[in-house]
């Protein structure tokens, strides 16, 4: 029995971290035994895979944001506007009309509407803006976060389950690919300019 394996390491050194593997192998083959062009395609493939993933991802939690609509007497823009202030609280951005106007991309006037609407029906509370007290920013109330927390907690078990066989590292891993993801999508935005 020959005393190498694959590629040539020798099979005592089978506990080889990555750098060494690549000392092994060389930086153009790795550990998959593909040539340059081979893994420029690899690579391809799985960008398109992510982003196949990511528009099916988009698919589902439209639809499960209608459904949240349907079922709570609100509209699809409600929702859409109490998603865009939990993405800008969870991230310690105050929301203010005119940022949510921005976000959304109507009117001054509509926007009052909507918010209107949202503050009428629970969902939502106006507070002086932390920073500046001419301000007021956007929050949700209690009785729409128990809303969102009735409707959303079964989602958040459903997802705790097709993750816990997950490794951290792939989490994590997971976690890095969505945040270059984000930042590309607000890069293409701003490419765009405003609207």
């Known amino acids: 029995m020959p005393p190498f394996g694959f590629g040539g390491i020798p099979k005592h050194f089978s506990f080889l971290n990555i750098k ?11 550990l998959t035994g ?9 690579r391809e493939a799985l960008e398109a895979q992510i982003s196949a993933d990511l528009r099916e991802l988009s698919s589902e939690s439209d639809q499960i944001g209608r459904r949240f609509a349907m079922s709570h007497d609100v509209r699809h823009t409600d929702f859409r506007a109490l998603l865009h202030i939990m993405v800008a609280e969870t ?3 105050p929301m203010t009309s005119g940022d949510l106007s921005q976000q959304m991309g109507l009117s001054g006037a509509a926007i009052t509407y909507l918010v209107d609407r949202l503050i009428e029906s ?3 509370r106006r507070d002086a803006h932390p920073a500046d007290r001419r301000k007021v920013i956007l929050r949700y109330s209690e009785p729409g976060l128990d ?10 078990a459903h997802t705790r389950q097709a993750l816990e066989d997950l490794p951290d590292a792939d989490l994590a891993a997971a976690h890095r690919v969505f945040g270059a993801l984000v930042a590309a999508m607000r890069r293409f935005q701003d490419e765009l300019g405003e609207t």
Do not use: I, V
């Open 20 to 30: 060494q593997l690549k000392f092994w192998l060389g930086e153009d083959m790795l």
């Open 34 to 42: 593909m040539n340059a062009d081979e893994q420029a395609a690899s």
């Open 91 to 93: 991230a310690g951005r």
């Open 122 to 124: 629970g969902h939502l």
């Open 147 to 156: 809303t969102a927390r009735s409707f959303f907690t079964p989602l958040g």
